[in-house]
């Protein structure tokens, strides 16, 4: 560990700039404070010993989940305090339709929580982290009064609209969700200023898949700090795998996964504050650090899982334990267990751990082994730089055995395999990024990132798809890191990865683009809804200052 512990200071939105002397003595209590994690930034592999009890004082390295060569945050008006991890994992709030329908209010406000032993101030909503968890079914109208009860802008509008800005305006998206993009829908080109309430109204379809969603603000200027600073929650469409007895059995658990960064003043008011990719960060599960799951010996339950996080990626590892994926991004898989999607090296590393990304949601089954205690963990994964990793999570297995079983065979797939002869049309979409030539004095501002060689402008429509087309699009990444696509309003099928054929294609909304000229090939129905909407990077610091496109299906 460094002496010279970086300081953040100065880091946020120009707020007061601590003295010299408040700043040392800081310095001095970080550093006893950190003689406990003297192995900081070690890489952490998963240990083939169960691991400490639950319950054990804050003093193991692995907790914090620092990049190689960083510290924990120099703080000024943050006082880290001991905390004691361990504690019961906490699921969001539960808001259920009701007679086919749910009407609900969001509330966009600061709030202060305690993470980790951070007491830090941040943008929620209802003043929860994460926020409620909405649940209905196909066919359900969500009705929601969206409150933005954020402080006014004091910024005005830049010139350059893929720079930061306006970080109290918003807007409301659905993630992975087949739904009008238009209107008071799903509609991201919506801001939605502070002082003011909104009205949002969504008619699911009655063929909807059902299964993991989420929401999360996506105004473009402000999404990724509000998203970083823990505004999302999931949506759940039930009705997936309710004729399959051992799932339908199984204890659910929504877990949702993030990244907690902040300044020294345990805030997030600038893409400082998230954009290096050696920036002191640590993973949270519903809000949590290090939370205890805990299931009984033999019992089978279902974990939706979400990625939640803006811009690292998370290779997830259950000690002792298979995770069982039957549901990725909302979308029932043929089988159980279908083979890890190989976008790098990574499941040569581990065949037994499984990549989720940001935007990305996994529904897993698993079964509780003998009694004892595993951690559920962030492996070391290459990105283009080392994705942050260590401890999530701790499950204890303990109490009488509760025999479960796993199901043999999972309903047929919800939607159709896209086949030669459907396809109207080919595109190919190309990630880039130019980097300053000095990278270890980098800035986020020295920084471009393109599609098709273009930065983000919402008056250009980039990409104009017929109402019915069915399309094979190939998406390049030039870049020396890897990017997240994501595209709004209709799920595609995965058909390759490299230009290699997936033995079993697979339905997402969000994939990882490999690095270096790797490229992933899809298809897609383009259904039911006209209108503009967004394809983009997952890594939203890469969204936020251009990685964008406008897309606008149309009826001829
Ligand atoms: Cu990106």
């Known amino acids: ?119 830090l101030y941040l943008r929620t909503y209802e003043a929860a982290i994460s926020g409620p ?52 829908s799903d509609n991201v080109l919506r801001a939605m200023e502070p002082g003011r309430r909104y009205d949002i109204e969504i008619a699911i379809p009655d063929d909807h898949t059902a299964g993991t969603y989420w929401y999360h603000p996506h105004n473009h200027g402000a999404a990724d700090i509000q998203v970083a600073s823990g505004m999302a929650g999931m949506i759940i469409i039930d009705g997936d795998f309710d004729g399959v007895p051992e799932i339908a059995a199984a204890r659910e658990r929504v877990m949702v996964l993030s990244t907690v960064a902040f300044d020294a003043f345990g805030m997030i008011e600038s893409l400082d504050t998230l954009f290096p990719e050696h920036a002191v960060r640590f993973q949270t599960l519903n809000g949590q650090r290090a939370p205890t799951i805990d299931m009984r010996p033999g019992e089978v339950q279902r974990w939706r ?32 267990d279908q ?22 949601r996994i529904d897993f089954l ?3 082994g003998a009694p004892g205690t595993y951690e559920l963990r962030a492996l070391p994964y290459d990105q283009g730089y080392t994705a942050p990793h260590g401890l999530i999570a701790r499950l204890v297995v303990s109490g009488e055995p509760l025999p479960m079983k796993l199901p043999e065979k999972l309903p047929p797939p919800p939607l159709a395999t896209i086949r030669d002869e459907e396809i109207t049309g080919h595109r190919r979409v190309t990630f880039s990024s130019t980097a ?31 109402l019915g087309a069915v399309e094979e699009w190939e998406i390049v990444n030039t870049h020396f890191d890897d990017h997240i696509f994501h595209i709004h309003t209709n799920p595609f099928q995965l058909i390759k990865v490299n230009g290699q054929p997936l033995a079993e294609p697979v339905w997402l909304d969000t994939v990882t683009v490999p690095r270096q000229g790797g490229s992933v090939t899809f298809r897609s129905r383009f259904l039911d809804f006209t209108g503009r909407f967004v394809l983009h990077c997952h890594m939203m610091n890469h969204e936020e200052v251009g990685m964008m496109q406008i897309v606008e299906v149309y009826k001829p």
Request: charged share 25%; hydrophobic share 35%; net charge negative.
């Open 305 to 336: 899982m979400l990625h939640a996080g803006n811009q690292d990626d998370i290779f997830l590892g259950l000690q002792g334990h298979k995770l069982h994926p039957i549901a990725r991004d909302g979308i029932a898989l043929a089988r159980m």
């Open 339 to 360: 083979p890890e999607i190989r976008t790098g090296d990574h499941v040569r590393d581990d065949p037994t751990a499984i990549l989720i990304v940001p935007g990305q």
């Open 436 to 466: 300053p030539e000095a990278p270890d004095t980098e800035h986020w501002q020295e920084y471009k990132f393109y599609i098709d060689g273009k930065r983000f402008d919402m008056n250009r429509v980039d990409q104009r798809v017929r």
């Open 1 to 119: 560990m460094s002496e010279d512990l970086q300081t953040q200071a100065g880091n946020g939105a120009g707020g007061p700039r601590a003295t010299e002397s408040t700043v040392r003595e800081e310095r001095l209590s970080r550093r006893r404070f950190l003689t406990a994690s003297a192995t900081i930034g070690a890489v952490l592999a998963l240990p083939a010993t169960p691991a400490a009890p639950a319950g054990s004082a804050t003093t193991d390295a692995d907790l914090y989940m620092c990049m190689p060569g960083s510290a924990e945050p120099d703080t000024i008006g943050v006082q880290p305090a001991a905390f004691t991890e361990g504690a019961p994992l906490l699921e969001p709030e539960v808001r259920r339709a009701v007679n086919g329908e749910l009407r609900t209010t969001l509330r966009c406000q600061y709030a202060y929580k305690d993470i980790g032993g951070y007491q």
């Open 366 to 368: 698993v079964q509780a």
């Open 133 to 184: 968890t909405l649940r209905l079914r196909r066919g359900d109208k969500l009705r929601i009064r969206m409150v933005n009860d954020l402080p006014p802008n004091r910024d005005p509008m830049p010139a350059d609209i893929d720079q930061v800005h306006h970080l109290n305006t918003t807007n409301f998206h659905f993630h992975g969700s087949h739904i009008s993009p238009s209107g008071i």
